[in-house]
């Protein structure tokens, strides 16, 4: 099975920019999440959707948002970007059997707000 | 809401040294999950842990999940360059989607 999938991996804008970012899940998941990852707060979680349908959001302004397609594809925008936004941005996609539930990562998107 | 505090933060060993890496929490976790994640790539799923008690091996790492399932640890047996990377721990809450990161523990070996 193909892994999870990001595209691009690297990107450049300028402050006040809008960016959109690609993730492609593992072939059967229907769950994709997404983190950012910074060297000062680790891993913070955005959100996560399921069929379509955002389930869970983390603690970040409305600038971020996302949204899933029906073959679970899944993009995230981030608006008027700001310097703090520069991170490692990853998308897992997830599958749960009874209690396991194991999230696979993508190998990420290094965006970069000058 | 609930935390994961990681220690150390930072490790730096000699090849054929152990080492072990703790996840601790004030929260119960359904399972909690191992990865390793090297620079400038996402991270790689280890292990997960479900029951209270379990002991999982991988080679020369052996992972324990605490009986109340709040803790967690990694120990690496006589550790290689290899080896050398982000080791994170992340507690899946409930029935969401949402995992709870460790802030990490940046391990180097030295050959």
């Known amino acids: 099975k193909a892994g999870v999938t990001q595209t691009p991996r690297y990107l450049i804008k300028t402050r006040g920019q809008q960016v959109t970012l690609s993730c492609s899940p593992i072939?059967?998941?229907?769950?994709v999440s997404w983190y950012q990852q910074t060297p000062g707060q680790g891993l913070q979680f955005l959100f996560e959707?399921?069929?379509?349908?955002?389930?869970n959001k983390g603690n970040f302004p409305g600038r971020f948002s996302g949204r899933q397609f029906s073959n679970s594809r899944s993009e995230m925008n981030v608006s008027t970007l700001e310097l703090g936004d520069s991170a490692l941005y990853l998308c897992?996609?997830?599958?749960?059997?009874?209690?396991?539930?194991?999230?696979?990562f993508g190998p990420g998107t290094r965006l970069t707000v000058t | 809401t609930q935390l994961l505090e990681q220690s150390p933060q930072f490790l730096s060993i000699q090849e054929g040294e152990n080492l072990t890496v703790y996840c601790n929490s004030s929260s119960v976790f359904s399972s909690l999950q191992w990865y390793r994640q090297e620079p400038g790539e996402g991270p790689v799923l280890l292990v997960t842990?479900?029951?209270?008690?379990e002991v999982k091996k991988l080679k020369r790492l052996t992972f324990q999940f605490g009986d109340a399932r709040k803790d967690s640890s990694l120990h690496i047996t006589a550790a290689q360059p290899g080896d050398t990377g982000l080791y994170l721990c992340a507690g899946v809450s409930g029935n969401t989607g949402k995992l709870i990161f460790g802030q990490g523990t940046t391990l180097q070996v030295k050959p």
């Open positions: 072939s059967g998941h229907r769950s």
């Open positions: 959707y399921f069929s379509e349908t955002q389930r």
């Open positions: 842990v479900v029951t209270g008690g």
């Open positions: 897992a996609s997830s599958f749960r059997t009874g209690s396991l539930y194991e999230q696979y």
